[in-house]
């Protein structure tokens, strides 16, 4: 192949240390590589899109699994039509404020742990927080009531929590981003967040690191 003055080739790369710093890159970035995909890979930055790309691929499949997890939770207490609930289904429409805490529990039964999706009224939070703060503030005052006053709001807002019945989320969703978030983990980060020049330090500084190869070698026109 003809190479232009500014390229670099990574020839020299022994396969079996190829191989595990693809490994260490799918572990580092919890994605899984297609054999087929890497085919096509013939330079650093060819490498760092498909990274990149596998890497957004996975956050929407974790989405579409958290979500089709909650919709059968979500059918399997109500009973509800899952035709019918779709990511921008409102959770007020499915969750009644009458019976919302029971059939909350039993939703977060069937999916096998709890979402934490109620809290209390904003200006039950708000009445608290404020207590709270001048109760510090009267610390200064008078240490006894001060503390009595801190130790209170705190005792009170952790009670008013656990029977809590507002939704902090609209939608289906909303609800199934937090599960994926929390669920389907990444161990560096949200990479679905994070700069496409961040994510290709990322798998230079493994390179670098694991072979001890130089940031010269590492452009994005380097060859393989």
């Known amino acids: 192949m003809q190479m232009r003055e500014?390229?670099?080739?990574?020839?020299?790369?022994?396969?079996?240390?190829?191989?595990?710093?693809?490994?260490?890159?799918?572990?580092?970035?919890?994605?899984?590589?297609?054999?087929?995909?890497?085919?096509?890979?013939?330079?650093?930055?060819?490498?760092?899109?498909?990274?990149?790309?596998?890497?957004?691929?996975?956050?929407?499949?974790?989405?579409?699994?958290?979500?089709?997890?909650?919709?059968?939770?979500?059918?399997?207490v109500t009973g509800i039509d899952?035709?019918?609930?779709?990511?921008?289904?409102?959770?007020?429409?499915?969750?009644?404020?009458?019976?919302?805490?029971?059939?909350?529990?039993?939703?977060?039964?069937?999916?096998?742990f709890q979402i934490n999706l109620l809290q209390p009224k904003q200006w039950m939070i708000a009445l608290f927080v404020f207590t709270f703060v001048c109760s510090v503030i009267g610390c200064f005052y008078n240490i006894t009531i001060g503390v009595a006053g801190v130790l209170s709001s705190v005792i009170?807002?952790?009670?008013?929590?656990?029977?809590?019945?507002?939704?902090h989320l609209k939608t289906v969703g909303d609800l199934a981003s937090k599960i994926s978030r929390e669920l389907y983990p990444k161990p560096s980060g949200?990479?679905?967040?994070?700069k496409k020049s961040e994510i290709e330090q990322k798998v230079k500084d493994l390179f670098m690191s694991e072979l001890g190869l130089e940031p010269v070698v590492l452009s994005n026109k380097s060859v393989f």
């Open 156 to 167: 009170s807002l952790k009670f008013v929590g656990n029977f809590g019945k507002e939704i």
């Open 190 to 194: 949200n990479y679905h967040t994070v």
């Open 6 to 76: 500014e390229s670099y080739l990574l020839h020299s790369v022994d396969p079996d240390a190829m191989r595990y710093i693809l490994g260490k890159i799918q572990k580092s970035f919890n994605i899984k590589l297609d054999n087929e995909d890497l085919k096509d890979v013939d330079t650093f930055g060819n490498l760092c899109d498909l990274v990149i790309s596998t890497i957004d691929h996975s956050n929407t499949c974790n989405a579409q699994q958290a979500f089709y997890k909650v919709r059968r939770a979500i059918v399997g």
């Open 82 to 112: 899952k035709s019918s609930i779709r990511p921008q289904t409102r959770l007020s429409s499915i969750l009644n404020e009458e019976n919302r805490v029971q059939v909350l529990s039993q939703i977060e039964h069937e999916l096998g």
